[in-house]
């Protein structure tokens, strides 16, 4: 509760929390932690503390390799092994990071912040999509932490056709209010249920996670469950940084749990509805700070703020996540989100694409059609317009395949095996 009268907030009081927030962690990463003393060493706020705005744009970022090789002394001294649990990233652009969640932060609350815009309550039934079975002794864990709160769970890793009638069967049974999973499992599912003409008892909302949303998938997903699909921005290393509310014109961003910054090559701010790289400041994580965090991902904001009324800002929602590009070898970088806005579209013969770039720059597009002898059509134009895109300096073609490389839980738009400096 006291998290959602942060978010309630007028705008210049949440800039204001925001602001304090940012001295706290700062002043406590210097403290506690070696790393960003080291780090910081000869600024001034590591005398005086972060004073102004100024103070914080002249923080160098933390960096992807910066947090990969040094987890031990970005570790805050002062923290008792019962307050953390350790986390690790999935791995889909490079090499796995680890880092701690602070557990006298968890993220429930801002999740139920976000659920309650939906009109979703903590005592209402959920039903989960995910790609692989839960283990027996963690879904008797779940049911008993949830009681007597009903969910139903469907592991979409090649589900027998009684598997999949049983969770319809028990869909119906419990009519949960949320629907929530991974992007390309809940696509796959929601297909099979307009393939089949099986109808299901519309939840308040759909919620999808892990990957880029096509809009083409969105309104898929719509028909199927009859019930608007969320999209949000979150990570391993903060779990929830911006989601949308139900006018769905952009994301409201966590400002008071997190602080988001898009900047130019300089790490200096750009101007909204301006494309920049995105840096995370994580406001509650004492047990392992993550200040000015390169996380690899670009965004931009909106300039203006949403009719629903709530004070926290507005974001893009984010493309082509994790920085993955295409790339030539002239230099040019094709981005995730206007790789996705190219295929709009097409995306309705497929289940799954993904683009693989080879060390010689040549890309595949990989692709999982939606029916027998479907998708190749779609494929061939897909592949001529990236072409163009590349201003032919690439080869490209497509190839049907039957399942899309998946890293950790996330199914990658792209996977580039580019050696890069």
């Not at 898929?220 to 990570?235: E, L, S």
Request: proline residues 6%; glycine residues 4%.
């Amino acid at each position: 509760m006291h998290r959602k009268s942060e978010a309630s907030l007028g705008v210049k009081s949440l800039s204001t929390l925001n602001f304090v927030k940012r001295q706290a962690i700062i002043q406590h990463a210097v403290k506690h932690s070696t790393f960003y003393r080291e780090k910081y060493a000869g600024l001034p706020l590591v005398e005086d503390g972060m004073q102004t705005h100024e103070d914080f744009l002249a923080l160098p970022p933390l960096t992807r390799d910066e947090l990969r090789s040094n987890f031990r002394s970005i570790k805050a001294d002062n923290v008792a092994f019962s307050n953390y649990r350790k986390a690790r990233t999935s791995g889909t652009t490079s090499a796995p990071v680890f880092l701690l969640h602070d557990k006298r932060h968890p993220e429930t609350p801002i999740r139920w912040r976000i659920l309650n815009w939906w009109g979703i309550e903590p005592c209402e039934n959920q039903a989960f999509i995910y790609r692989y079975k839960k283990p027996f002794i963690n879904s008797l864990k779940n049911k008993a932490l949830w009681w007597p709160t009903k969910r139903v769970f469907l592991a979409m890793a090649n589900p027998s056709a009684k598997q999949l009638n049983k969770f319809v069967h028990d869909f119906n049974h419990i009519k949960p209010a949320l629907v929530q999973g991974y992007v390309d499992v809940v696509f796959e599912f929601a297909m099979y249920l307009l393939d089949n003409d099986i109808k299901i008892h519309p939840p308040k909302m759909v919620w999808v996670t892990s990957a880029p949303l096509f809009e083409e998938q969105r309104e898929i997903m719509k028909k199927a469950f009859g019930a608007p699909v969320c999209d949000q921005y979150g990570n391993t290393e903060i779990l929830l940084i911006a989601a949308e509310c139900p006018v769905q014109n952009g994301l409201h961003m966590m400002q008071d749990t997190v602080h988001i910054e898009f900047v130019d090559d300089n790490n200096q701010p750009v101007q909204p509805n301006t494309t920049g790289k995105i840096l995370l400041t994580d406001l509650t994580n004492y047990a392992f700070p993550l200040i000015r965090y390169e996380i690899g991902d670009e965004g931009k904001y909106k300039d203006h703020m949403c009719s629903c009324g709530s004070s926290l800002p507005l974001m893009d929602n984010v493309r082509g996540r994790q920085s993955m590009n295409i790339r030539t070898p002239s230099g040019l970088r094709i981005r995730g989100e206007h790789i996705m806005a190219m295929f709009e579209g097409y995306m309705k013969a497929f289940k799954e694409i993904q683009l693989r770039q080879e060390a010689n720059f040549s890309v595949c597009i990989e692709y999982v059609p939606r029916k027998l002898n479907q998708g190749s059509k779609e494929a061939d134009e897909m592949t001529k317009l990236l072409m163009l895109r590349a201003r032919c300096e690439i080869a490209v073609d497509c190839r049907e395949i039957q399942k899309i490389q998946q890293v950790g839980l996330k199914s990658p738009l792209i996977i580039s095996n580019l050696e890069l400096p």
